[in-house]
């Protein structure tokens, strides 16, 4: 039933969650419940993790006695769990009873554990006590649930309560979104595998020598590297001579296990690249073999919605349930908290004004220093001291370095040892001082005060030298920390972040957790494999399953083991270790990581108690305008006035006021007073001081005499006359509209009329306020003074509003007063300063030429296409296409023209094709800059360069277009010939790739992402400090412990340095396939000379080497290389250091990155501040805005073969019959098409069957819905193309049969598989979800695009002829603009962006220095950092993290539930399948009469009675009437209308909607109840002429026959009798029915919902009971709309035995205000009629009057 819908409110029962793990009493077994033994059994289940993690064959060959601990434990702890199960069965029986044991989910599980526990010691006893099991047998399988055993001793942590059904609720919720979206996940990788099969088929092309035979391939008949070519000369490689193009036929465990055979290798490969790892060499590949459009388009746009796209929606879906589950879970969180001294105490003082809570300092001297030591301890300059300190250490410490010259490695750091012994004592001391300031129970109190004393104690432990370069260095790296107590912005960031740990630390623990059980489980089942060493170990495991959490080389991993299994066992196992290695990927980096944003946006996000504060925070921010002008404008007030005078010719009275030049008159009103007091300041009357507003005058004229005053009379007049003119020009001003501040009348004027300070606006420089007001503001003063005739009564109005609406009012008019403040300075800088507005000080301010040039400028295509007559907006066609149109002026639209053909221009660059050595290039760069040149000057001379309000240089934008095109010019000008490296001719090459960026400028809505990225730099900004503190603490660390020992020789037999010379043979990398050698064939290598080295991209010799290595790492890039090196030359424990810097920098310090750019975003959208309410209604009306009517025609019941054929199609079964037409019809592209293959003719039949089958649906609904009816549907329409496409592919396919028409085929297939979306609810809605999304981020997309463009041209002049390396190669390059967009792109993925950027830093001598950097190999060492990371932060850490931020937007489309609040889909549902039947011409449109026929038939929370709810019916249809004044109303009017009615609007609307709805409803109420009387008033008038006609009539009949009876001899006294008697019947009759009518008229519904509440289903605040005084003000008929009657459903009045005193009445009719129609018909009679019955006349009291007809 439609009503104010109340919050939802969860059940009171409540439910304890977590195993019942005490057992019934009983005497036998009473030992069982005691606690001592439960935390017996959880350590045992502990204990059963480690042992089943040592179970290995390689942990046991490392360690032998772990043979026996492992089995004994197992035994024992097998022993145990047993007597446990067997007590639980005993005491609850084990099918029957209570609470059976096997019948509990959570004794089944234990039950399970034991099981396989027993399994587990068996299995041990064969294998150590026989040799019928050998120790590398797959049967270790059977221990891997084992580790799953741990859940007992988590599950502790479970126990809380909470409604259960809400519980029920949320998993049941959360479990079914995550479904959906893994449906949509598979849609969409069957679409890209569909796609893969057909496009790209079997990729095996290989060039391999002339004289190899395919059947028998060995590594040596491979080019070196392994090349991918085509068979076809006009797309692909082709192989160089002496080579050939060879499909060759090899072992999946060979060629591997990517590619595009069929549909489920397709699927894996999918998969592979939508996790971004490994994609693009699977694209190199296609590119090589096949045409190379067919690659980039399949996998750009496959990452774009894969990728960017649909994987994003889990953290939205994450995010989502973990901020419901939150409130719920609040008592396991905690409350969140504030930045508090945990020593602050509050003690209650008092004094003359009140009572006050104040903090009282504990640190106060406890300890036993004197005071002057306390005061040293809290002191600012002490405080600096300490920062300094940590800062000298900090940078004592980044000043280690080491090299590779021989020396020993502790001679290095010999003196950085003495250096740190003085810290530590220093330090020591510190902390000593304090503990002797403060006391040791004072100094414990501070968790900094434990920080630092740990710190103290580990440094000092440190300086012994055994331990100083060992893993105690981390307590003086961690020094650095306490710089964040340095910045409190910093510090309250930090604190907002890692302060509620509890979310954070269980997030973290259930990761770990996660993470040892998979580990276990993995090393089981893959330990047996011989000569695999990733998982022989617990440590290895874990490191590999570590490794899949990061997604660095997770496939490497996969396919390994893999190939691996398959030696080991069988080829068929290889799908079912793939699938868990998915599995677990899925998991891991779709919910695990998503659980990280949600937690840190959980943190960013504010309490519900504060958002309102907040909002109106953010409202008082937004109302405080800058009143002042920006500097460039100021400089005019350091200059005296010069305004320009004119003559006047007119007589003063006809001179108009508003005219005066406010200005001259102050100056005028004001120098005589200055004269007389002598002072130096501006004063206004009576002394009051102005504002910050300054007026410089004209230096006073020094005369050789004084000028004498004979009079003071004189200055009084002078001022008397104009504060008069003041006050009248104020006067005239007002009702002119112009909103300047009222005087409010008897408070201010004195009798002789002069106007005091109190309303004579001289606090402020602005006595005339600017003309262009507020025409709003314009309008009630004029009604004011119009209705009430006096000025002042328009301050009553504000006398009854409540404080929140007092507050919202006034900061709207504190905004306007601002920006009018503002405007009228700059009128008075245009008054008084003539060059000021003048461009260039030279072009006239009203000039005709600056005119022309701002007709030029601002010159657009108007969007609003109006009805000359009517004045309403037209609908026109492709709106979307005009709104684009007017986007931007005529002007910007030619430079946008001309600049994409710049860009272009730049794109045809290269280092052959080069802009000195072309003319067309030339051209185009004069010719842009010759526009450019045009367009600046008429900007220039429009609006000014600088100094003036609209100035081309008045932001960073006009600083931005200043700046490209002075280098365009200058380039232009000189065109160098010869550009050397890193000279300033290659810088200005580079400056010109900004070009671009011209484009942001341009397009208003890219100019807005830009803004709103600055406006989160703040946060950003402090995200970065975090990330750099993170960085430096851990560079440090590495420096101190890896700094000089990771060198090593390349020889790999060589270990000492001296050794290390000469040549060696090196074996070539030539291909990822597992090829073998043949007999006697040797392995393809060279002579290389032996180098001791660092390893290639990374090292920790300094600070720097090793913050960039970090930083890399931070990217998941590089951090397997680090690992494996410090695995293999300092051993595997050194590891641990790689492994915590991952899992802190890239876990939770991106995470930081995803969640500050999300909440910035939020923020600036206005929804960050939206409590839970106002958000689901914002949602709800997005939701509401999309919704559509269904463009389904109605039954045709007059046509019965139409209807039969209406109804087929209707049918269920039939939908669903097509549903699995569409998937037979896209499950036939599961195998390549080719026309040399036989099943493809097989296929291409089937298909065409199916088609046949389209064409027959469409045909029938053709018939039921007749053709007007279908095409208006869009999916109908898409319907029908794809329908006749199929019909022509069917032409095609049985005339031509080529791969052309194979492929064509295939496509209408996959257009036709697109139909699934719209047949299934989930996808439909997704699917929209993501489109709304692609379009709303459409402007931040081309963002990307045009930095990506401007990197690319500037990576074509830094690097474009660099030299190829392990990343720079034939594909991956910067030798054109497209390669490098390419490459770009890649990088955006992070696909080996660490790679590519060492290869561009190659310096001399391992490259070749040339005259200009065309004819050089070499790179650029600074450039390549800069450039490389500054991009990879700004597109993969800021601009794609907007798009999860505007998926998370609009996921809320998507996330809906029957049981929320606000509408549900099944209810918007509802409403389309009403209006359906009501509107049968499918117009959008319905009359507003039948509005009163769909909310009859709505059911469910929209459905209204109108016999119960008769009067909110009424305000409905009324509601929809004034609307549009009586016209059409829309589908949408009447859903908004509907939702309005549904919701609580106190919580869901914010406080200006739910200001304008109050109003609004008010409106309605008072309408509603004047048009019940008036129809009432209508009903009494027409039954009283009802009963006059009637007696009339029946006095003449009765006439007529005592007439004829009595005959015409009856004298005519009898005659004037029987006329009195009937007369005197008649009065009696029409008393009686009065006095019936008036008891009739007292309980009319229409009266009784007057005198009574507003009749709603719940109290609304729109009822008046609730009320107050707010709506009862004298100018409420105002506001009241003109008309507005027609079409109100007439409610018949009825009446019950209850009566009411006419005077009663008469005052409650009157105190509602109950005015009669002034245009209804017998509106005189009606007067008349009221006065007979009420005593109009009096107002009070009945007259017995005579009708007038008598």
Sequence with gaps: MLGRKQSLRGDNILAEYGPEETLNESSEIEWANKRWIRWLLRICSLVSLVSVSANTPSSKELYPSLKYITFCSDLVITFFFSVEMVAKMQARGILKGEVPYLKDRWCQYDASMVFFLWISVILQMFEQMTDWVNKHSYLSVLRAPRPLIVVRLIRIFLKFSMPKNRLKQIVKRSSQQIYNVTLFFLFFMSLYGLLGVQLFGELRNHCVKNDTDAENITLNSLAIPDTFCSTETDSGYQCPEGMKCVPLKLAKKISGFNGFNNFATSIFTVYQAASQEGWVFIMYRAIDSLPGWRATFFFTTMIFFLSWLVKNVFIAVITETFNEMRVQFQQIWGIRGHIQQETSTQVLSGDDHGWKLLYVDDNKPRGWAPKCCMKVVVSAGYYLLIMAAIVANAIAAASLSFKHDGRKREEFYQHYYYIEVGFTMFFNLEVIFKM???????????????????????????????????????????????????????????????????????????????????????????????????????????????????????VEVMDETMIKAMKGTTDEIAPIVAIYFILYHLFVTLIVLSLFVAVILDNLE????????????????????????????????????????????????????????????????????????????????????????????RRPIKLLTALSHPRNADYEKKKTGVSNIICDANNQRLLLGDSGQIPLPGKGTHSHGTVTSKHVRLDQKSIRRSVRGSVKLKQQNYDHLKENGDIGAMNRTSSSRKPQDLD??????????????????????????????????????????????????????????????????????????????GLVTYLDWVMILVTTLSCISLMLETADYRITEEPMLQIAEYAFVVFMSLELGLKILADGLLFTPKALIRDMAGVLDLFIYTVSLVFSSWMPKLVPSQSGAQLLLILRCLRPLRIFNLVPHMRKVVSELCKGFKEILLVSVLLIVLLFVF?????????????????????????????????????????????????????????????????????????????????????????????????????????????????????????????????????????????????????????????????????????????????????????????????????????????????????????LVFVVEVVMKLIAFTPRGYWQSRRNRYDLFVTVLGVVWIILNYTIQTDESHMFGFMVIILRFFTITGKHATLKMLMLTVGVSVYKSFFIIMGMFLLILSYALAGCILFGTVKYGEGIGRQANFQTATNGITLLFRIVTGEDWNKIMHDCMVAPPFCTPGNNYWETDCGNFTGSLIFFCSFYVIITYIMLNLLVAIIMENFSLFYSNEEDALLSYADIRNFQNTWNVVDVNQRGVIPVRKVKFILRLLKGRLEVDPEKDRLLFKHMCYELERLHNGDDVTFHDVLNMLSYRSVDIRKSLQLEELMAREELEYIIEEEVAKQTIRNWLDNCLKRIRAQKEQTSLLARLRETNDLLMVGLHEDKKAQTQDKEKETENKEGERTRERKKGMIMMTRTDSMSSICGGRKFLAPTPSDPTLRGEKYTRPDSRKNRPSGGNKNLPHVAGGGEGITTGSSQLSSNITSNKAVLPRSASGSGEVREWWREQVGYNSGSDFSDGTDKDE
């Excluded at 968790?447 to 003086?476: C, D, N, V, W």
């Excluded at 006021?657 to 009103?669: A, D, G, T």
Aim: aromatic share 12%; net charge positive.
């Design 1035 to 1251: 560079a440090s660390y590495g420096v101190q412990m890896y700094g000089g020992q990771l060198a090593r020789c390349n020889d790999g037999s060589i270990t000492e340095r001296k050794d290390c010379v000469g040549v060696f043979i090196r074996e070539i990398f030539v291909t990822k396939m597992k090829l073998e050698l043949k007999e006697n064939e040797k392995h393809p290598a060279m002579l290389v000379p032996r180098v001791w080295a660092n390893p290639r991209r990374f090292n920790f010799d300094n600070i720097g080497n090793a913050m960039l290595a970090l930083f890399e790492v931070l990217s998941f890039k590089g951090w397997l290389d680090i690992r494996d090196v410090l695995k293999i030359r300092l051993g595997i424990a050194s590891t641990i250091y790689i492994h915590i810097f991952v899992f802190l920098g890239c876990m939770i310090g991106l995470t930081l990155f995803v969640g500050v750019v999300i909440a910035n975003y939020s923020e600036n959208k206005g929804t960050a501040l939206l409590t839970v309410d106002q958000r689901r209604w914002c949602d709800l009306k997005k939701r509401l805005k999309i919704a559509q009517p269904l463009h389904l025609p109605p039954r045709p019941d007059g046509r019965a073969f139409r209807a039969f054929i209406y109804d087929i199609t209707q049918n269920i079964y039939f939908k669903r019959f097509v549903a699995v037409s569409v998937i037979i019809n896209s499950s036939l592209l599961c195998v390549a098409w080719n026309k040399e293959e036989e099943p493809t003719k097989s296929l291409a039949i089937v298909s065409s069957l199916l088609n």
């Design 808 to 885: 919202i009012k006034m900061l709207q008019a504190k905004r306007q007063q601002a920006e009018m403040r503002r405007n009228q300075r700059e009128e008075d800088l245009r008054e008084n300063h003539p060059y000021f507005d003048t461009p260039l000080f030279a072009v006239g301010r009203e000039s005709r030429f600056r005119k022309f040039c701002q007709l030029i400028v601002y010159s657009r295509y108007d969007t609003s296409h109006k009805d000359p007559i009517t004045g309403k907006e037209r609908k026109i066609k492709y709106k979307r296409l005009h709104n684009l149109l």
């Design 436 to 554: 002797w300031c403060l006391g040791l129970r004072g100094y414990w109190r501070l968790s900094i005060h434990k920080f630092e004393l740990l710190l103290a104690i580990g440094t000092t432990l440190r300086l012994i030298p055994q331990l100083f370069m060992t893993s105690f260095t981390y307590f003086q790296v961690l020094r650095i920390v306490r710089l964040i107590k340095a910045s409190p912005i910093l510090e309250d960031f930090v604190y907002k972040i890692f302060g509620p740990g509890k979310k954070l630390g269980s997030l973290i623990l259930f990761t770990m957790c996660l993470l040892l059980i998979a580990s276990s489980i993995s090393m089981q089942l893959f330990c047996f494999l011989e000569g695999y060493d990733k998982f022989k170990t617990f440590a290895h495991a874990f490191m590999s399953m570590f490794q899949i959490l990061t997604q660095e080389g997770w």
């Design 606 to 697: 504010l309490d519900e108690d504060f958002k309102k504060l907040k909002q109106m925070k953010a409202r008082e921010q937004s109302a405080g305008i800058q009143e002042t002008l920006p500097l460039r404008l100021r400089v005019f007030e350091k200059f005296p006035d010069r305004p320009t005078m004119a003559k006047l010719h007119k007589v003063p009275s006809d001179f108009s006021l508003p005219k005066v030049r406010e200005s001259f008159m102050r100056q005028y009103l004001e120098e005589e007073q200055e004269e007389e007091n002598g002072l130096t300041k501006a004063h206004g009357v009576d002394g009051l001081e102005d504002s910050t507003i300054s007026y410089h005058k």
